[in-house]
């Protein structure tokens, strides 16, 4: 039972566009939420996260929307770089603080010069 | 910075073999999780442990086992390899309380034949 899910296997887009990568969740204990970039053979790398009491963080070039009502988080890239072409990954921190991420199957960015 | 140090970044081994993958963290974190990732599932849980000699199963522990006897060292054991756990290994550390990104190694590309 998937509770994380990122429908979407690849997504590519022109340089200097925008990168718009979505995750969708079942669980609405979930109360934060986080992006994580990963190269071939490197480990993840933390991008951004968001707590469920917001609805919108930013950081530089990347933003992270949540709508609860919809179960529904998106990472938005502006402008996109060649050198963001990655696997992204969305999750969701487990409830009761164990520090337990629950991963979804990932988004492979291709942003083309 | 967080460092988390996997001992190897390739392993080849037979059928049949017990393995032991490594990790070590330097910011003496109380949790530390081992992952998978395979191509279309994203990243699984196997284990993690939030203190000393605690060990907790994650969503497919099934094949393996784990020891922690010291804080900073998570170890990864596959009792009798087979070829289906061919796959990337990930090691992550997380603070001990609250909702935190979690800090990964640079991965283990472990096969199998």
């Known amino acids: 039972d998937q509770q994380v899910k990122q429908n979407s296997p690849s997504l590519s887009v022109q340089e200097g566009r925008i990168s718009i990568l979505n995750c969708d969740y079942t669980?609405?204990?979930?109360?934060?939420f986080l992006w994580y970039k990963k190269y071939p053979a490197e480990g993840p790398t933390f991008l951004i996260s968001?707590?469920?009491?917001?609805d919108k963080n930013e950081d530089g070039r990347f933003t992270v929307f949540l709508n609860k009502s919809a179960k529904h988080l998106s990472l938005h890239i502006v402008p996109s770089q060649p050198g963001d072409s990655a696997v992204y990954f969305c999750?969701?921190?487990?409830?009761?603080?164990?520090?337990?991420?629950?991963f979804g199957q990932g988004t492979t960015l291709q942003v083309k010069p | 910075d967080v460092k988390v140090t996997q001992s190897s970044r390739y392993l080849v081994k037979r059928t049949g073999e017990k393995v032991f993958l490594e990790c070590v963290q330097d910011?003496?974190?109380?949790?530390m999780f081992w992952y998978r990732q395979d191509p279309g599932l994203g990243l699984r849980l196997i284990y993690f442990?939030?203190?000393?000699?605690m060990k907790e199963k994650g969503d497919i522990p099934e094949g393996y086992s784990v020891s922690r006897e010291k804080k900073e060292r998570f170890s990864l054991i596959l009792e009798s390899a087979s070829t289906n756990q061919t796959s990337m290994y990930l090691c992550?550390?997380?603070w001990g309380q609250g909702n935190t990104e979690a800090f990964f190694g640079q991965g283990t590309r472990l096969t199998v034949v």
């Open positions: 992550a550390s997380t």
């Open positions: 999750a969701a921190s487990a409830p009761g603080n164990t520090g337990k991420l629950i």
């Open positions: 910011m003496d974190h109380e949790n």
């Open positions: 669980n609405s204990m979930f109360d934060y």
């Open positions: 442990s939030y203190d000393v000699k």
């Open positions: 968001i707590s469920s009491i917001k």
